[in-house]
């Protein structure tokens, strides 16, 4: 089982859509998340951290279920400049290193 | 401020070459993380440093990968007798501390193809 598990999509949504990713982390230590944007041919860059009661910033609310394991990102109203991949971060636990999910391709239309 | 630097930006090199690649983290930042990203492909860690401390070279995938940090400061990957599945972008990122809560600042990455 990958450590961060995301749906690779991509996820095809038209303006003004509202999409959800979610993300799955396996190791059970783990204690910081976040959700990193990448654009293509460019370096992923912080879009938010994830708070245990849950945090929004924006268009942008994202959740953390521990007990399952589980983070999703909401965006609402899309936007064409939310095109971008989605990269769901969590950190090693002990080995104090950040895990990469391998992103979640969104792709808004026209 | 200055994020982080990373030279060269492309780097086209044919097999069994040495490759060096120069990465100058944020100012002040005390963390410094090498990964790379093959095409469509996610992150994959290599190694850290964090300080003065020895670092964490759990990720490197062969005794060909090597890498330094100086003074702190400027890192340097180095890949001996590069394979053409070394193609990849290396990213190089720092952060404040070495803490699984701190953001990590990414470079622009170094493109490297092995012809």
């Known amino acids: 089982r990958k450590e961060v598990e995301q749906d690779p999509g991509p996820f095809n949504v038209p303006e003004g859509a509202t999409v959800a990713f979610n993300c799955t982390y396996s190791n059970s230590a783990s204690q910081s998340f976040f959700w990193y944007r990448q654009d293509c041919r460019k370096e992923p860059k912080l879009l938010m951290s994830?708070?245990?009661s849950g945090n929004e910033d924006g268009r942008f609310t994202a959740q953390l279920n521990r007990a399952s394991q589980y983070i999703s990102l909401l965006i609402r109203d899309s936007k064409l400049s939310d095109s971008a991949t989605y990269l769901c971060?969590?950190?090693?636990?002990?080995?104090?290193?950040?895990?990469f999910g391998t992103g979640t391709l969104l792709a808004v239309q026209p | 401020g200055a994020g982080v630097s990373q030279s060269p930006s492309n780097k086209v090199t044919e097999k069994g070459k040495d490759v060096e690649l120069r990465c100058d983290p944020i100012s002040g930042h005390t963390a410094l993380y090498w990964y790379r990203q093959s095409l469509g492909q996610g992150l994959e860690f290599l190694i850290y440093f964090q300080g003065n401390s020895a670092p964490d070279k759990s990720g490197l995938p062969s005794d060909r990968f090597s890498a330094e940090r100086t003074g702190g400061s400027v890192s340097t990957l180095t890949i001996q007798r590069t394979q053409q599945e070394d193609s990849a972008v290396y990213l190089c990122a720092s952060s404040l501390r070495l803490a699984g809560g701190d953001e990590q600042y990414f470079g622009p990455g170094t493109r490297l193809t092995v012809t």
């Open positions: 994830v708070y245990s």
């Open positions: 971060v969590v950190d090693g636990g002990a080995t104090n290193k950040l895990i």
